[in-house]
């Protein structure tokens, strides 16, 4: 993964390697060489990313785990302390494990260490379902990993979809700390359980080795959560800081909609989701509502005087993120200013609404 330095003489260049595994209940193997690549001929890992499920945790295991390191976290240390690495972070739930392996010589550029864990299992009140997770700042960029177990078999997979909205709702203790989807780099991985429906486990396997991936992707699981964004949103006719403009947009039945979502207009280049122009409360500025979808208006007071191309983002109070995205589109100058000298930079920034706070980083 390229990571441009935040300070001179800082990396450009992070190899990353990360290992998903139910290990069964299993206790470590005689040799890992081949799993962590450590025959390669290549260049050498910078970052371990380790995420193990079923880990075995009987209560007689992991009540010796609690009081002292796991045999999983012990032999993986063995193995790549001799190697140059130190064990950077963990965090374990039950049997979901994730560690977290950095060499040496970037510790001073790794800061703001978090973890986190999410239960799904037994109604949110059970571990042996569910997601660990840590983030950081790594040279200045934020990233994220999260080592997630959601329920097997078939016929569950909208329970698999409730578990996986779960963990994204997951927020980390303390102030300013984004949300798993607000990082510049977000790692997913674990057995997710999801599955390729209707199909025989030949037919999958021909298809995969004939690379017809096509076939398998109408029919696999996860397609709903990559295919089907919950909220979608566009402008309506020519937008110009000239007079009001409108926002059409409609949401998914079941998307949680609250009172303190909102809608921002963003540049195109924007890098975080602070950096809105403006925006409209999807509440207050409401003008019309339908079965179709709604309306919102932003004052023509806030819409850049010089134009440009921008875009419209709509997000969630309810899962901190952004959940909807529109096209790019033009604003036009505003005409009513031709003949007169245009500001060289906008600076209609409105009050930021109370649930968003300003990052350092971004």
């Given at each position: 993964?390229?990571?441009?330095?935040?300070?001179?003489?800082?990396?450009?260049?992070?190899?990353?390697?990360?290992?998903?595994?139910?290990?069964?209940?299993?206790?470590?193997?005689?040799?890992?060489?081949?799993?962590?690549?450590?025959?390669?001929l290549g260049?050498?890992?910078?970052?371990?990313?380790?995420?193990?499920?079923?880990?075995?945790?009987?209560?007689?295991?992991?009540?010796?785990?609690?009081?002292?390191?796991?045999?999983?976290?012990?032999?993986?240390?063995?193995?790549?302390?001799?190697?140059?690495?130190?064990?950077?972070?963990?965090?374990?739930?039950?049997?979901?494990?994730?560690?977290?392996?950095?060499?040496?010589?970037?510790?001073?550029?790794?800061?703001?260490?978090?973890?986190?864990?999410?239960?799904?299992?037994?109604?949110?009140?059970?571990?042996?379902?569910?997601?660990?997770?840590?983030?950081?700042?790594?040279?200045?960029?934020?990233?994220?990993?999260?080592?997630?177990?959601?329920?097997?078999?078939?016929?569950?997979?909208?329970?698999?979809?409730?578990?996986?909205e779960k963990?994204?709702?997951?927020?980390?203790?303390?102030?300013?700390?984004?949300?798993?989807?607000?990082?510049?780099?977000?790692?997913?991985?674990?057995?997710?359980?999801?599955?390729?429906?209707?199909?025989?486990?030949?037919?999958?396997?021909?298809?995969?080795?004939?690379?017809?991936?096509?076939?398998?992707?109408?029919?696999?699981?996860?397609?709903?959560?990559?295919?089907?964004?919950?909220?979608?949103?566009?402008?309506?006719?020519?937008?110009?800081?000239?007079?009001?403009v409108l926002?059409?947009?409609?949401?998914?039945?079941?998307?949680?909609?609250?009172?303190?979502?909102?809608?921002?207009?963003?540049?195109?280049?924007?890098?975080?989701?602070?950096?809105?122009?403006?925006?409209?409360?999807?509440?207050?500025?409401?003008?019309?509502?339908?079965?179709?979808?709604?309306?919102?208006?932003?004052?023509?007071?806030?819409?850049?005087?010089?134009?440009?191309?921008?875009?419209?983002?709509?997000?969630?109070?309810?899962?901190?993120?952004?959940?909807?995205?529109?096209?790019?589109?033009?604003?036009?100058?505003?005409?009513?200013?031709?003949?007169?000298?245009?500001?060289?930079?906008?600076?209609?920034?409105?009050?930021?609404?109370?649930?968003?706070?300003?990052?350092?980083?971004?």
């Open positions: 993964m390229g990571m441009e330095p935040a300070h001179r003489g800082a990396v450009r260049e992070l190899r990353l390697h990360l290992v998903t595994w139910n290990v069964g209940t299993a206790s470590p193997p005689p040799d890992v060489s081949s799993l962590l690549q450590l025959d390669s260049a050498t890992m910078d970052m371990y990313v380790i995420g193990l499920q079923e880990v075995n945790s009987k209560i007689t295991n992991f009540l010796s785990d609690l009081a002292f390191d796991d045999p999983w976290s012990i032999f993986l240390m063995t193995v790549l302390s001799p190697l140059g690495y130190i064990k950077l972070s963990s965090v374990r739930m039950q049997g979901l494990l994730l560690l977290i392996f950095v060499k040496h010589v970037h510790l001073p550029f790794i800061r703001d260490l978090h973890t986190q864990f999410t239960r799904t299992g037994l109604y949110g009140y059970w571990g042996n379902k569910g997601g660990v997770t840590i983030r950081m700042s790594l040279y200045g960029h934020t990233v994220c990993f999260v080592n997630c177990h959601l329920p097997a078999h078939m016929e569950n997979t909208e329970q698999r979809l409730d578990d996986f963990i994204l709702e997951m927020q980390f203790e303390g102030e300013n700390i984004p949300s798993a989807l607000e990082h510049d780099v977000l790692f997913w991985f674990g057995d997710l359980n999801f599955r390729i429906a209707d199909y025989g486990i030949h037919f999958v396997r021909e298809s995969i080795n004939n690379k017809r991936y096509n076939l398998l992707w109408e029919k696999d699981q996860l397609k709903p959560l990559v295919s089907e964004p919950l909220v979608t949103l566009s402008p309506e006719g020519e937008w110009s800081a000239e007079h009001d926002i059409n947009y409609s949401a998914v039945p079941e998307f949680p909609s609250s009172a303190w979502d909102w809608i921002g207009l963003f540049k195109v280049t924007f890098k975080h989701v602070n950096d809105y122009v403006t925006y409209s409360w999807v509440e207050d500025d409401e003008i019309s509502s339908n079965k179709d979808g709604k309306q919102v208006y932003m004052s023509a007071a806030e819409i850049p005087d010089v134009g440009g191309e921008f875009l419209l983002c709509y997000y969630s109070n309810n899962l901190q993120s952004v959940v909807g995205i529109s096209q790019p589109f033009q604003i036009q100058p505003n005409r009513t200013l031709i003949g007169k000298e245009l500001p060289q930079e906008e600076n209609s920034w409105m009050q930021r609404p109370d649930n968003l706070e300003s990052h350092d980083e971004f």
